[in-house]
């Protein structure tokens, strides 16, 4: 379960990174016929949000252990 957790984080986190790419070729186009940079940045926080609502949920279940206090 915590892999398959891990290996979809993973996957949410190159989403991101694709889709900012995609955002920063489409500021840079500046074409009115294409998809606006806003919806490449808007599909970034979704993923964001849905990667942090995932690591919450582990953390909640305690399928996933946070770093111990360092004092």
Known sequence: M???AKIIL????????????RALL???RDDP???S??????RRVGASALAILIIL???AT????P????Y
């Open 10 to 21: 993973v996957l949410l986190m190159l989403f991101m990174v694709f889709n900012l790419m």
């Open 37 to 42: 940079m806003t919806r490449y940045l808007g």
């Open 62 to 65: 305690g399928l996933l252990d």
């Open 57 to 59: 949920l582990l953390l």
């Open 67 to 70: 770093n111990p206090r360092p």
């Open 26 to 28: 489409a500021m840079l």
């Open 33 to 35: 016929n294409k998809p």
């Open 2 to 4: 915590v892999v398959t």
